[in-house]
């Protein structure tokens, strides 16, 4: 059991991202940095949706 975050742009699923570590400050920083790097990549319209996978 993992989480992992889908990147929405425009209502669309462009990848999936997954921290390395599963503990929640881990999960924090992760998410503040791949954020940041989205953004950047993307533009503004990005939204992360939190999932759990049951691989």
């Known amino acids: 059991m993992r989480i ?6 425009e209502g669309k699923v462009k990848e999936t991202i997954q921290p390395r570590q599963q503990r929640l400050q881990d999960i924090r920083g992760f998410v503040k940095e791949e954020s940041n790097r989205l953004i ?3 533009g503004s319209n990005v939204y992360l949706n939190r ?5």
């Open 40 to 42: 950047q990549l993307y």
């Open 51 to 55: 999932r759990v996978d049951y691989k």
């Open 4 to 9: 992992v975050f889908d990147v929405f742009v």
